[in-house]
């Protein structure tokens, strides 16, 4: 059995968050193309369209901040096919999307976080991360490999030996 891993870090502007974290999303290989296009319609039916169009990736720390939950919370639950329209023409047009375009905006990207976290769990994928306190602890001799990603690394060896052994594949003789 293989597992692709996706490794990503956060924080280490050392401005806003008080940590570091690195994190890996480990998911079998055999899974990781559907993964990827249901992953990618859930995003079309929340957004009516890819979220970023510039193919720069979502920051969670701008996609769900606290002005995401008091828009979404601002008006009733909004129907999913007009939810979908209306948070489309907020991202289309942003400067002048009003309060109602705001809101499914807002309710949009709760769904669709909703959704990839069921999705998660529906591809049984697992999540690893390390979270360094002080970066002051960094070594910055390059050539060291951080502590964080040797924990992160071990973690996933770890899960990886716990799984049981794939049977020998058919040579064919």
């Known amino acids: 059995m293989s597992y692709f891993l996706f490794i990503d870090e956060s924080g280490q502007d050392h401005q806003e968050?008080?940590?570091?974290?690195?994190?890996?999303?480990a998911i079998q290989d055999k899974d990781l193309w559907r993964f990827i296009k249901d992953a990618q319609e859930i995003e079309l039916?929340?957004?009516?369209?890819?979220?970023?169009?510039?193919?720069?990736?979502?920051?969670?720390?701008k996609f769900l901040n606290k002005?995401?939950?008091?828009?979404?919370?601002?008006?009733?639950?909004?129907?999913?096919?007009?939810?979908?329209?209306?948070?489309?023409?907020?991202?289309?047009?942003?400067?002048?999307?009003?309060?109602?375009?705001?809101?499914?905006?807002?309710?949009?990207?709760?769904?669709?976080?909703?959704?990839?976290?069921?999705?998660?769990?529906?591809?049984r994928c697992k999540v690893f991360a390390s979270i360094v306190k002080e970066h002051t602890t960094i070594p910055t001799d390059r050539s060291m490999l951080r502590k964080d990603y040797i924990y992160l690394f071990e973690r996933f060896y770890y899960f990886l030996e716990d799984k049981p052994e794939e049977p020998p594949r058919n040579s064919g003789v």
């Open 17 to 25: 968050s008080p940590y570091e974290v690195l994190a890996g999303f």
């Open 45 to 61: 039916s929340c957004f009516g369209r890819r979220y970023r169009l510039d193919g720069r990736e979502i920051k969670a720390l």
């Open 67 to 123: 002005k995401t939950f008091r828009l979404a919370n601002q008006l009733d639950p909004i129907d999913l096919f007009d939810r979908t329209e209306l948070a489309k023409a907020a991202l289309d047009d942003g400067e002048n999307a009003g309060r109602i375009k705001l809101t499914a905006l807002a309710q949009a990207k709760l769904s669709y976080v909703k959704q990839i976290f069921r999705l998660c769990q529906e591809y």
